[in-house]
């Protein structure tokens, strides 16, 4: 029997050891939410004769709130990887009910004009609509705007020698023009009132087709609606801008750009003919009365110049003014937006389930002919969105998904901060629930993968047809725009860097996949993959 | 942990002695041997009290209860930052064991030996865990302070009932009141259930759970190294 007690005691003392030898905390790996960043806007800068951004763009944050603006990889520094833009809030200082947060994006590109896009976030605002910014190059005429450069001679004091003329030119895109007269013996001053000399001045003007439905994305600010508006009273306040003329003039002496004139100019903007005053059935004509405003790129601010009666000159409607400085000047009619609330839209799109589609929505005057705001939205069922920078009065809107009208309604008052819900009908072709799923392992174990926005278009298509997929937000992004069966090219744009996917076909309802820096890192640019890997895996 | 189970060993080894010591000098007859017998327990599972009837001196049953509340911490590198570590255990059981001495014709060590069995009812069988990031989380050139990081979240259930087996050494025949007993076993627990949540930014890590559910998947029994202070009624 002490054989068996042996036996016993060997075998329970065995059990107990063996028991339990598995760490619990083994491979569990402490996953930060890379989610940092809750409140983002976006904005997309595009050329205006279609060409490519070069990569030195510039882009700084100024105003109240600029110290709460991030890029959206979390640095302070806002990069802007193929003109996109994508800025976060500090999640220490993120908008309440009592403050919504206001700050200017200033966007420098060497040869382009210089933007200065003003913008506000909101309590409940996470996924702001992403502004269209078309970039145009100072010298350059695009589809938009024609352009002029003068020499003016000077004389050794920096006066011009002579009365000097020049306009730009008429066009087939631009039939209007912009004229400026410079009288003799005229000197010029730089911002700080110093008198500028030099063998000549160089003077240029952009004039722009203020009729065209691109005028909203290239306006001062990227919108029609500004925030820092000085009106013809001296208050300041938010306004909407109908413009019938818009022009941008610069002139430098010696590289030094002229901000004042010793004696005033004139400058005659011709205006769009089919221009409609607000209420009026029938376009503007010689008589009628128009306001100049001025904008000043570094402050973002308009202000109020003169009221100007349209004058026929040369067979066109013209506003001929005198002015003593340098800026772009608009013509047309200005519409206070004090007080004003912007209504807020709630999407109701059953049909999407938990997943998301991107819309756009238009916004008229005048019956749906002249357009004066433009957005996009990534949406799901449910989300409301506030639709700023409309104007004050009656507008009717259109919504379109991938291109195709699919609702459309009017808002009589802009500003009285209606709520109204928008269905959004589901396409007539059902659509694939689409899971992409992206899971990162790091030597120290897995990471959740910080938020990007994501493009697509069909594989093959051309570069300009790239369209926003969403935000993929801890790795996943669910969507409604892509199918099964078919193959798309991505594009991801996080920090500085651009990651493009192509010929990636779509074969199930879940694409989930889980890289690592030993896997597999595709047969294109794995290395470039490897490092992309190795840099976010950094940052845990 | 290992300071309790080096203890309990070291209370074994000289529990063992007493028992072998008391045997070679104290034996009564089994007419005179106390039938009902408590038990003060002190074991891994905790401390408690058993009421034991023998009404043989090869059988006997007891039921008891016994509970373990501990609760402590410490801190731990994790990603390379300080993290507190904040843990709170619970067992609490009733208990009903059957003894049997099958070798008390045998002399020396082996006339001791007493196997068990029985089953427990756990009205506590749970485990929880806070763990508290210490350092600063950087994102970017955005720095979030410990303060705000969040919590996570860990806790583990395991049933209500669990059957026990086990063996002991007893003297059934002490010459005192006072004897000590030592027993060791285990509770078949099952597998527990395991949860793991976040707060904050820490609220990623319930894809953890599942890993956190497969490694608690090995705790299934509980060790039992108990000594019991018995004293004859």
């Known amino acids: 029997m002490k054989n068996f007690t042996k036996l016993l005691s060997l075998l329970m003392v065995g ?47 100024t105003g109240t709130d600029a110290g709460s603006i991030y890029d959206f990889s979390g640095t302070k520094k806002i990069y802007a990887p193929n003109g996109i833009i994508t800025l976060g809030v500090h999640p220490k200082e993120i908008p309440t009910a009592s403050k919504t947060l206001s700050f200017n994006v200033i966007i420098k590109i060497p040869g382009y004009e210089e933007k200065n896009i003003p913008m506000t976030i909101a309590v409940g605002q996470f996924n702001q609509d992403i502004k269209d910014i078309t970039m145009v190059k100072t010298v350059v005429p695009t589809p938009y705007t024609s352009v002029v450069v003068k020499q003016i001679p000077l004389n050794p004091n920096g006066t011009t020698t002579a009365p000097a003329s020049f306009a730009t030119p008429s066009t087939g895109a631009v039939a209007q023009t912009t004229s400026i007269n410079v009288p003799a013996g005229t000197g010029f001053k730089d911002a700080a009132g110093n008198t500028l000399t030099g063998s000549d001045v160089t003077a240029q003007a952009i004039n722009f087709d203020a009729g065209d439905p691109e005028l909203v994305s290239l306006f001062p600010g990227g919108d029609l609606s500004a925030p820092n508006v000085t009106f013809k009273d001296g208050t300041t306040g938010e306004a909407f801008f109908s413009p019938a003329g818009f022009t941008d003039i610069t002139m430098f002496v010696g590289g030094v750009e002229v901000r004042n004139f010793t004696t005033p100019i004139e ?20 008589g009628d009365v128009l306001a100049v405003y001025s904008y000043q790129v ?27 400085h340098l800026t772009k000047f608009v013509v047309g009619e200005v519409f206070s937006k004090k007080g004003c609330v912007s209504p807020t839209f709630k999407f109701a799109a059953p049909y999407l389930g938990a997943n998301s589609t991107v819309i756009s929505i238009e916004v008229y005057k005048e019956s749906g002919t002249k357009l004066v705001d433009e957005k996009e939205f990534e949406i799901k069922d449910g989300q409301s969105v506030q639709i700023q920078d409309l104007p004050p009065f009656a507008v009717t809107y259109v919504i379109k998904r991938t291109g195709k009208v699919i609702a459309a309604g009017s808002i009589t008052d802009p500003c009285a901060g209606a709520i109204a819900t928008l269905t959004i009908p589901a396409p007539d072709v059902a659509v694939d629930l689409i899971t992409l ?13 910080p938020g990007f926005d994501l493009y697509y278009k069909v594989a ?81 | 942990m290992k300071r309790t189970i080096t203890i309990l060993s070291l209370s074994l080894l000289l529990a063992l002695g007493t028992q072998v010591n008391a045997q070679s000098t104290a034996t009564i007859d089994s007419a005179a041997r106390s039938k009902v017998t408590i038990s003060a327990t002190v074991a891994t599972q905790g401390v408690g009290l058993d009421l034991k009837y023998a009404p043989t001196p090869q059988f006997a049953v007891r039921v008891g209860a016994s509970i373990l509340p501990i609760s402590g911490g410490g801190v731990y590198k994790v990603r390379s930052e300080p993290t507190d570590v904040d843990f709170d255990v619970n067992f609490a059981n009733a208990h009903l064991m059957f003894d049997w001495h099958p070798f008390l014709k045998e002399t020396g060590l082996s006339r001791k030996v007493v196997v068990t069995a029985g089953a ?42 669990a059957p026990y087996l086990g063996f002991g050494f007893e003297n059934v025949f002490p010459s005192k009141k006072f004897n000590v007993g030592f027993a060791v076993g285990t509770y078949y627990l099952g597998e527990p259930d395991a949860t793991l949540t976040g707060t904050n930014y820490l609220s990623q890590n319930t894809s953890n759970q599942q890993q956190l559910q497969k490694n608690m998947s090995y705790y299934r029994f509980m060790p039992v190294l108990q000594i019991n202070l018995n004293f004859g009624l």
């Open chain 1, 15 to 61: 059990l107990f050891f063996l028991n339990s030898c598995r760490n619990p905390a083994y491979e569990v790996n402490v996953l930060f939410d890379a989610q940092v960043i809750t409140y983002k806007a976006g904005l997309q800068l595009t050329d205006a004769n279609g060409g490519t951004l070069p990569s030195n763009i510039d882009v700084s944050v």
């Open chain 1, 267 to 286: 400058v005659a903007i011709q205006v769009d003919p089919n221009f409609k005053l607000n209420g009026s059935a029938t376009p503007i004509k010689a």
């Open chain 1, 298 to 324: 570094s402050t973002g601010q308009f202000k109020y110049e003169s009221d100007v009666a349209v004058i026929v000159r040369d067979g066109k409607l013209t506003v001929p003014f005198m002015t003593n």
């Open chain 1, 437 to 449: 799923l992206l899971n990162v392992k790091c030597p120290q174990g897995q990471i959740t993968v």
């Open chain 1, 460 to 540: 093959g298509a051309p570069e300009g047809d790239y369209k926003l997929l969403g935000t993929v937000v801890n790795g996943s992004i669910k969507t409604t725009l892509l199918t099964v069966g078919k193959n798309y090219d991505f594009r991801a744009f996080w920090n500085n860097s651009v990651k493009t996917v192509g010929n990636r076909p779509i074969s199930a309802s879940d694409m989930s996949i889980t890289v690592g820096e030993n896997d597999f890192l595709g047969t294109k640019s794995p290395n470039y993959n490897k490092s992309l890997l190795i840099e976010a895996c950094k940052g845990i």
């Open chain 2, 120 to 161: 427990a009812y756990f009205w506590e069988a749970k485990g929880d865990v806070v763990v508290s990031y210490r350092g600063t989380y950087k994102y970017g050139d955005i720095l979030i302070p410990s303060s705000d990081l969040g919590q996570l979240y860990g806790s583990v259930e395991w049933k209500k009932v």
